[in-house]
């Protein structure tokens, strides 16, 4: 990434304006809307911490970029769902958004897609399999009645409740989604690239700011040369450069 620090800072304001999102859908202040805005932190903290621990134990060590992207992950699976479930299916869906975008961040590098920032492996899969596992995930068949009739455990009485059914509409709706998108998206490509080419030549390597807008990010940032780390010697007290 362009900067590391800046990846936590937009991961932290993404974070606290997704309460309003996922929340401000419910449209009041009530049950509904705490429940979205629970049910997003739980997804978002399992997945953050679950990525950190495939990153840790792949890599063997942890990574903050890693641990933004494992947030966001949690957030955009769970957001489709957020006020239709109980806890425990934010808890489920944070793990699920853990194991599949992760995977769908792997495959994106080996097929070598130009995603730099994993749009489609954390925003795109995720809210598709946020999407769909809202028909397995949501309230029980008996919060199906309206609001009055219903337990009072129910988040979103007499609305969406988990089936076999409402899972087949889910997964069909999602799958024309997904087609939908994909054909718009090409075609919106193809027309921008006749006209404003989208990939930069090749060859110009870092000096991308200079060949596109005339300038340069870091022309007076100062820099310095590389220093080696100062570690101590086991069999002495005294540093050796390594």
């Not at 890693?66 to 793990?95: D, H, M, R, S, Y």
């Not at 006209?195 to 700011?209: M, N, Q």
Request: charged residues 10%; glycine residues 12%; negative net charge.
């Amino acid at each position: 990434p362009h900067n590391v620090p800046f990846v936590a800072l937009g991961t932290a304001l993404l974070w606290f304006g997704w309460f309003g999102f996922n929340g401000g859908s419910a449209l009041a202040t009530g049950p509904t809307a705490v429940a979205a805005a629970v049910n997003s932190e739980i997804a978002a903290s399992v997945a953050l911490f679950l990525w950190l621990i495939i990153d840790w134990v792949r890599l063997g060590r942890p990574g903050l970029v890693g641990l933004c992207v494992g947030a966001i992950a949690g957030l955009a699976t769970v957001t489709p769902a957020a006020g239709f479930i109980q806890p425990w299916g934010a808890f489920v869906l944070g793990v699920v958004a853990t194991t599949g975008c992760y995977a769908c961040c792997e495959l994106r590098k080996k097929w070598g897609l130009d995603d730099a920032l994993d749009v489609w492996g954390v925003h795109g899969m995720g809210g598709f399999v946020g999407s769909v596992l809202l028909g397995a995930l949501a309230d029980a068949p008996a919060c199906g009645v309206e609001e009055g009739a219903a337990p009072a455990w129910c988040v979103n009485p007499g609305t969406i409740t988990r089936s076999g059914e409402q899972f087949g509409k889910q997964l069909a709706v999602c799958c024309l989604c997904a087609v939908y998108s994909f054909v718009v998206t090409l075609g919106l490509l193809k027309a921008i690239d006749r006209v404003l080419p989208i990939r930069p030549c090749a060859g110009i390597g870092s000096s991308i700011d200079l060949h596109e807008h005339g300038e340069s990010a870091y022309t007076h940032t100062p820099t310095k040369a590389y220093m080696p780390e100062m570690v101590l010697d086991p069999s002495s007290k005294d540093a050796v450069r390594v």
